[in-house]
């Protein structure tokens, strides 16, 4: 088994650093392409996914949003949620044509806020063969109303205007931290971020961009490609309830996995069942 450090050049001449990990045995290989949630960088708990994928004779590709870590990107820490899935399916079009890999057998794997991309790419996009999607973010406005009160919304969407009418100016897009000193986001960040040059910060309108993204509505056009969603049962970051919701406006075939656990255990103490669930599912409808 190799891993290969890769580039992907994208339309706009953005370059996205990327690793490619490819099985033993003769190819070309079925291909999971796999991103990582809000502000996280792909050192920061993909490898173990992608081993385990590895392992059972499929490749992966994983790599870094544009913005952050080391790829290119102007406007550093934003995430804008309908670039990243535009990115994503050009990175679909460097796996199909990479020599190693099998065009007809790409499968998509995202989590939390990369959940909801491959839901999206799903729907729109016949290329896929099958889609994982692990503790995703199935409506922006939801997982917000979820970390902002509504008294205290106002004044945070006048910020946000108040950010936008500084950039017409020419001013630095304003930045927050993506979590406070305490909490289940601190604990995840500084357990799997350790040592990877990840930054507690994202620009303002992140957060703006996130209000507008409800994955949930493009549910019903996902089918006939075949769905797996892995939700947590006790989810705070992301809310359950939408998640299930939005699974069930999904069509056949479709499974679902309901873990025990909190948003971030999957990467962690579940980490065990998660990829399990995920490999049995691609071997299932890539057939490496």
Known sequence: MQTHDISLSMADKVKLAGKLYLPDGPGPYPAVVMSHGFSALMDMGLDPFAKAFQKAGLAALIYDHRNFGHSDGDIRQEVDPWQQIRDMREVISHARIHEALDSTRIALWGTSYSGGHVLVIGAVDRRISCIVSQVPVTSGSGAI???????????????????????????PATTMPVYQSEGETAKWAEALGEGTGYLNEITLRSRDLWLEYEPWSFMHRISPTPLLMIVAANDTRVPTRDQLEAYDRALEPKELLLLDCKHYDPYMSRLDEASKAACEFFVKHLKP
């Open 145 to 171: 109303e979820r970390m902002i009160t509504a008294p205290e919304m106002s004044s945070f969407l006048n910020t946000i205007y108040k950010d936008y009418d500084d950039r017409a100016r020419g001013h």
